[in-house]
């Protein structure tokens, strides 16, 4: 058990499968995760975060919270952009991935180069209660929205008012996904779709709704949702989209995409077992068309995601 882990080993909540996370892809994700992420929301962030200090008593601290955090992406990432002093308080239901965030997050540094204090708590988000984002000046999450239901936005969103806390929701999916060919590629553009992407794609969105324990998941329809119930609390809203421009010609990134394609496969088989067939010879193409002889060169998989910062209606103020 983490030091910091409040709940014993035996009262550790049992997963739902499909909400089960490999570390391996995790850090696979990682590097094209901190690309296409948003710098002008992690600025609005920032700001943000100095507005709340400056209503505060001096040397305040931060109290950062990070719902499914995994191995650690959001801090990571984050708390070198964002001021401190940071506390980081890191919430997932998987111990093992907790350890691991725990142990990438504990030299972390701020803005102003000071040590970040880091809590891990696990936790089974599927019931959000709002005790749980009490006291939170910034609540974070990444790559978990698709994963949610309605009910959960709606808990999120009152929580937050209730907490008075802004909200930085990145790498959402969108439920798009693309091949494109270099420049130089163009004239051989009509290779660089595929008659069955739509077919594929349509089947993996229909998995992605699938209930992961978190109630019957929203997938690419998550971040619309939970625009609407933060507007209609008030909130400020401001979004960009954050995708992956994934190069097949690098290798980290081929496989990548190399990992998607064999995912989407095998979620879109799992939706249409009647189409295994089908959705097999797609994978074939798409796999062959990553080979080093299929002059793929420079072109790119692009994934759509989007990424959302959202502050609270009343002006920021910390009563200390
Ligand atoms: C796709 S991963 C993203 C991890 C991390 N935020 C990142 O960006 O790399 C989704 C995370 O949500 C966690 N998760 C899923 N369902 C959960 C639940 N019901 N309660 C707590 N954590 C959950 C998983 O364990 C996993 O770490």
Redesign the pocket.
């Known amino acids: 058990m983490d030091a910091n882990n409040p709940i014993p080993p035996d009262s550790q909540?049992q997963?739902?499968p499909d909400?089960?996370?490999d570390a391996s892809w995790?850090d696979l994700?990682?590097a094209a995760?901190s690309a296409a992420r948003v710098p002008d929301l992690e600025a609005r962030a920032a700001r943000w975060l100095r507005q709340r200090q400056a209503s505060a008593p001096p040397g305040c601290t931060l109290r950062l919270l990070?719902?499914?955090?995994?191995?650690?992406?959001?801090p990571r990432h984050l708390a070198p952009r964002l001021p401190g002093p940071q506390q980081w308080t890191l919430?997932?239901?998987?111990v093992g991935?907790l350890a691991r965030a725990h142990d990438a997050c504990v030299g972390l540094r701020d803005a102003e180069g000071a040590s970040v204090t880091v809590i891990t708590r696990t936790?089974?988000?599927?019931r959000l209660d709002p005790t749980t984002l009490a006291g939170a000046d910034l609540v974070c999450?990444?790559?978990?929205l698709d994963?949610v239901d309605a009910a959960w936005l709606e808990q999120l969103a009152d929580a937050c008012a209730a907490a008075d806390s802004a909200l930085l929701v990145?790498?959402s999916v969108d439920g798009t996904w693309r091949f494109l060919p270099d420049a130089s590629m163009s004239a051989n553009r009509a290779g660089w779709t595929d008659a069955d992407d739509a077919f594929v794609r349509s089947a993996f969105n229909d998995h992605q709704r699938r209930d992961?324990?978190?109630g019957a998941a929203l997938g690419p329809d998550a971040v619309p949702a939970l625009r609407a119930r933060l507007q209609q609390r008030g909130f400020d809203l401001h979004q960009s989209p954050s995708p992956w421009r994934l190069r097949l010609d690098q290798p980290g990134q081929a496989a990548l995409a190399r990992a998607l394609i064999d995912g989407w496969r095998d979620a879109a088989c799992a939706q249409r077992p009647d189409q295994a067939e089908r959705i097999a010879a797609w994978h074939a193409r798409r796999l062959a068309a990553l080979g080093p002889s299929s002059g793929s060169g420079g072109a790119t998989l692009e994934v759509g995601h989007i990424d959302l910062f959202a502050t609270p209606p009343r002006p920021a103020h910390r009563a200390g």
């Not at 990070?66 to 959001?74: Q, T």
């Not at 919430?91 to 998987?94: A, E, R, S, Y």
């Not at 936790?123 to 599927?126: A, K, R, V, Y």
Request: with cysteine; glycine share 10%; aromatic share 2%.
């Open positions: 909540p997963a739902h909400a089960c996370f995790l994700r990682r995760d990070d719902l499914g955090s995994g191995s650690g992406a959001n919430i997932d239901h998987d991935l936790l089974d988000l599927s999450a990444s790559a978990l994963l990145t790498l992961k324990g978190l």
